[in-house]
């Protein structure tokens, strides 16, 4: 028989425990990567971001506090209106609980603000704009892997410390594109150098000869690269054709991913100068997480990109777990922020009031065919970037979140 105390706590003890079930919304947390499936950032994010995503669901038991944990995917087509869609089917109706990716940056803000109105989670890994943690930051938005401060702070201030200083921007135009080159241009002028113009190609562009020609005409030293992915590719590849470095000018490619190179091939890219969050092969922790993700990715190596969903997936689930819920958007994030990050890919870190993940950025070096010595051995480390210096100072951001 249950005496009356008892019975009064055995009751409680339930009611405790049906209400932290019930914050599960729909008895699933749902996870969605949103990102680029089939262009030209297909190869750095796409279905490496979905595997990223699921090794992190799997590292954590593949449940929270009982809850299954499902992830799902979807192409934005690099298109603001495809991914606003996509992302209020999304959280209306399959009841998504965190979208995670989101490369091309005039998409991730749509996402941003979406997100916020719902009050769920928007953890970006692809996309680069610095606004994501300034004057567009959200309560309901972390940004993790890397921003367009960090690369302009990286290679930019590499390139002119090296002699660089003169540039023309060969810029994609679209908002990633053109917060690179304001970011850039501003590590440029402030030590000493000059932007003697530039010019703004589409997303996808098929052909940047005249692009090129206007660069090479400009006699600048240095053609900085405001692109990223295919147009990257691309544009490395017309240049050597064209011969450009042949006279006396430097690429500067501003956003450049392992997986780029590998597509370019060492011949092409040796000597090429990149800021990266990660890199496959930098410590035994990194190659055994990357060599669980190449053998569900048919060999190929992770970008800085997919190892940040995976990353950022697994820091949310420890977040929820702490909460025993998902169902405030807001308060997970908060509690994100409270919580000390740290995992193989990115090692020990920790997220500001503004969303912005911090951790050590690396500048590296393309090697020569020479030096590489097996696959996918293409960077040797020039400078290491720590997390205080590779990203924004809090007291330059015009984030709302920063009490000045």
């Known amino acids: 028989m249950i005496c009356g105390r008892s019975w009064k706590l055995t009751l409680v003890s339930l009611a405790a425990a049906t209400s932290a079930a019930a914050q599960m919304t729909d008895k699933v947390v749902k996870i969605?990567?949103?990102n680029d499936q089939s262009g030209l950032y297909a190869d750095l994010s796409g279905q490496g971001s979905v595997i990223a995503a699921k090794l992190a669901a799997e590292d954590f038991g593949g449940k929270v506090e009982g809850t299954p944990i499902e992830v799902i995917f979807a192409d934005h087509q690099n298109?603001?209106?495809?991914?606003?869609?996509i992302a209020r089917q999304w959280f209306d109706v399959e009841k998504v609980d965190v979208i995670v990716d989101v490369p091309?940056?005039?998409v991730a803000l749509a996402i941003n603000q979406i997100t916020k109105d719902k009050n769920k989670v928007f953890l970006d890994s692809g996309a680069a704009t610095s606004d994501l943690t300034g004057k567009a930051c959200?309560?309901?938005?972390?940004h993790w892997t890397y921003d367009t401060w960090a690369l302009a702070n990286g290679t930019g201030k590499?390139?002119?410390?090296?002699?660089?200083d003169t540039w023309f921007f060969l810029t994609a135009d679209y908002a990633f594109g053109h917060a690179l080159e304001r970011d850039v241009t501003a590590v440029v002028k402030a030590a000493g150098g000059k932007v003697l113009g530039g010019v703004r190609h589409p997303l996808?562009?098929?052909d940047f000869s005249s692009f090129l020609l206007q660069a090479q005409a400009s006699k600048a030293k240095v053609i900085g690269l405001a692109n990223a992915g295919g147009d990257t590719i691309n544009s490395i590849k017309a240049a050597a054709?064209?011969?450009i470095t042949q006279g006396g000018q430097k690429l500067a490619g501003l956003l450049v991913f392992v997986n780029d190179i590998n597509a370019l091939g060492l011949k092409v890219a040796q000597g090429l100068q990149l800021t990266e969050a990660f890199y496959w092969d930098r410590d035994d922790k990194t190659r055994a997480w990357s060599k669980r993700f190449s053998d569900k990715k048919k060999g190929s190596e992770p970008s800085m990109v997919q190892a940040g969903v995976y990353s950022a997936v697994l820091h949310y689930l420890k977040a929820v777990q702490a909460l025993k819920s998902d169902a405030d958007g807001k308060a997970v994030v908060e509690k994100m922020k409270q919580m000390p990050t740290d995992d193989e890919v990115f090692g020990k870190g920790s997220i500001r009031v503004d969303?912005?993940?911090l951790h050590p950025m690396y500048l590296y070096q393309v090697k020569s065919p020479a030096e590489s010595k097996k696959p996918w051995d293409y960077y040797k480390l020039v400078r290491e970037i720590p997390a205080n210096e590779a990203f924004r100072s809090l007291s330059e951001s015009d984030c709302p979140l920063v009490k000045k």
Do not use: C, H, W, Y
Request: charged fraction near 15%.
């Open 241 to 243: 054709e064209f011969g």
């Open 204 to 206: 996808n562009a098929s």
């Open 158 to 164: 590499a390139v002119v410390q090296s002699g660089g």
């Open 104 to 106: 091309t940056s005039s």
């Open 32 to 34: 969605g990567v949103l």
């Open 355 to 357: 969303g912005r993940k």
């Open 138 to 142: 959200s309560p309901n938005t972390i």
């Open 79 to 85: 298109k603001p209106d495809v991914g606003s869609n």
